[in-house]
């Protein structure tokens, strides 16, 4: 028997051995989250709130565990649809769902180009990442000078590499604030921004991505997390200017694409953005070195980047299409592979 504190965890495991045995059991966690449920009147608000953020709380790991399945979750593509009028759990629904379809597409792309890069933006992506030069440039900050020349490539790769790098570390901050979705929604903005550009998109994705967590009671990899995604915000441009009471980001932190993959690196290797954040959690993923954490978005970068530079599939737009053409024929999927999710 698997109580509440342990069986997400347990799941987590056994949709990596057996996912048609763990998808059951994570949809039913979601739709448990989301069902409404007249709470015994003896509950005062406060345990009634908390009650019910505990289950929404549970209902967004399990939607984020179905998604890290990728491919291997198809099969739950029609259900996980369903469950989007959920409203509390629709941004994570949505998430689950194209982590699904992405991977779908990833498995049915044809392989990238072999031989010498022809397009300008291909070779600038397989650019080596300088050396350090000094014994303070570490490969997060090294990792991030590689990052802000992609900027000479165009706005389009700009926001792709800055997406690929928030979207690697977005679940370390939704695992610590589930209540929160401000970033997740932001992450979202970009996504369609890159489909149809607009300012009104290029604001709700400042405006939902500028959350300031508590430096004192986040734990570094989270805090580092959500500052990633709203650097990565800041790489989206306007056809307007900005107004002068945009949020401001800290006058030091440079430019927002080197920052956003910096802040990256440094949330794998929990390490926080700033020297201040002194949080702490059971929950905290195990670290990875800081060299570790940099090829790790490097990869990340490369990996839903590069597919779109080469134009053998768009990690974006593609999904999109999918998605789409899936929800016409009742998310029948003709073969679902077993892809490798994450």
């Not at 003896?42 to 890290?68: F, N, P, Q």
């Not at 769902?97 to 991977?103: A, E, G, Y």
């Not at 489909?195 to 994705?205: C, G, I, N, R």
């Not at 430096?215 to 790489?235: D, K, L, M």
Request: hydrophobic share 40%; charged share 25%.
């Amino acid at each position: 028997m698997l109580d509440d504190a342990n069986d997400l965890e347990a799941l987590r495991i056994l949709g990596q051995l057996e996912p048609a045995r763990a998808i059951p059991l994570l949809l039913d966690a979601v739709w448990k989250a989301g069902e409404a449920r007249p709470e015994p009147k003896t509950l005062s608000r406060v345990d009634a709130y908390a009650i019910e953020s505990a289950r929404r709380e549970r209902g967004m790991k399990a939607l984020l565990l179905l998604g890290r399945l990728g491919a291997r979750a198809a099969s739950a593509l029609p259900t996980l649809s369903g469950y989007r009028k959920l409203c509390s759990l629709e941004p994570y629904a949505d998430a689950a769902i194209d982590d699904i379809v992405r991977d779908l597409c990833r498995n049915r792309a044809p392989p990238l180009p072999a031989g010498p890069a022809a397009e300008a933006r291909v070779a600038a992506l397989l650019r080596d990442v300088p050396p350090p030069r000094l014994p303070a440039d570490t490969p997060a900050w090294m990792l991030a000078r590689w990052a802000e020349q992609l900027r000479a490539q165009g706005p389009e790769m700009t926001v792709r590499v800055a997406l690929a790098a928030a979207r690697r570390v977005l679940g370390l901050w939704e695992y610590q604030d589930p209540t929160n979705d401000g970033p997740r929604r932001a992450v979202m903005a970009m996504d369609a921004w890159l489909q149809s550009p607009t300012d009104a998109l290029v604001d709700s994705a400042v405006y939902d991505g500028h959350v300031v967590p508590s430096q004192a009671a986040t734990p570094p990899h989270a805090y580092s997390a959500c500052w990633s995604v709203t650097y990565a915000t800041r790489c989206l441009p306007r056809e307007e200017p900005r107004d002068s009471d945009a949020p401001p980001l800290h006058e030091d932190d440079g430019d927002p694409l080197g920052a956003c993959v910096w802040a990256a690196c440094r949330a794998l290797s929990r390490q926080s953005a700033l020297t201040g954040s002194f949080g702490s959690t059971e929950d905290s993923p195990d670290p990875l070195t800081p060299l570790q954490s940099a090829r790790e978005i490097h990869q990340a970068i490369l990996d839903e980047v590069l597919p779109w530079a080469h134009g053998t599939w768009d990690p974006v737009k593609d999904v999109a299409r999918l998605r789409d053409e899936l929800a016409g024929r009742g998310w029948k999927v003709a073969s679902a592979p077993q892809g490798r999710g994450r």
